[in-house]
């Protein structure tokens, strides 16, 4: 978490390192820190990496960080194109639910409904920090639908929760009504 002094040690490891493996870790990591930190150029700093190491065992943690950024800033399309690239597979639980909710929220952002609420629905029930978001999105969806049954379970799973708990309550009316 310190990314500041990790990323100058990167800086200067990669300066030096005759490893062309190492270096291209090295080079990774410092657009991580980068991205992490909200440095301008640090997008930059990941495509260069993908397109200098293509084939470095890093290139999918660099496609979702390239997404991560792009959802902070808003990029609904290229936060997409970037999640895209990246191989759930070879992500850790953390990391798998984020890219889910971040991706769906995407998705939902360009009306695509139908990604999102499958995005949604992946992390919906799976004890993480997306969660609640995820389930209260994906029940908004499916009253969308007039899939009132399926809705209900999820508002009620949201009632007590401090960021939802204040809004279900009328989708509850409404579906009962």
């Not at 700093?45 to 999918?60: D, G, T």
């Not at 792009?70 to 999640?83: A, C, G, L, S, V």
Request: charged share 25%.
């Amino acid at each position: 978490g310190q990314y500041v002094s990790a990323q100058k040690s990167f800086i200067e490891f990669s300066a030096i390192t005759k490893s062309s493996i190492l270096k291209a870790e090295a080079v990774y990591f410092t657009a991580a820190c980068g991205i992490e930190l909200f440095n301008k150029d640090s997008e930059w700093m990941m495509r260069e990496f993908i397109k200098n190491y293509p084939s470095s065992n890093k290139i999918n943690n660099a496609y979702f960080y390239l997404g991560k950024s792009n959802f902070r800033k808003k990029k609904y399309d290229e936060t997409i194109e970037y999640f895209e690239k990246t191989d759930i597979y070879n992500l850790n639980k953390t990391r798998l639910a984020e890219l889910y909710f971040k991706r769906g929220y995407s998705y939902l952002q360009v009306q695509n409904d139908a990604k999102a609420k499958a995005d949604f629905f992946e992390i919906k029930d799976v004890e993480n920090k997306y969660q609640a978001p995820a389930n209260y999105y994906y029940s908004h969806l499916v009253y969308k639908e007039k899939n009132y049954e399926i809705a209900l379970q999820g508002f009620n799973n949201l009632i007590g929760n401090e960021t939802f708990g204040s809004v279900v309550p009328y989708y509850i009316t409404q579906i009962y009504f």
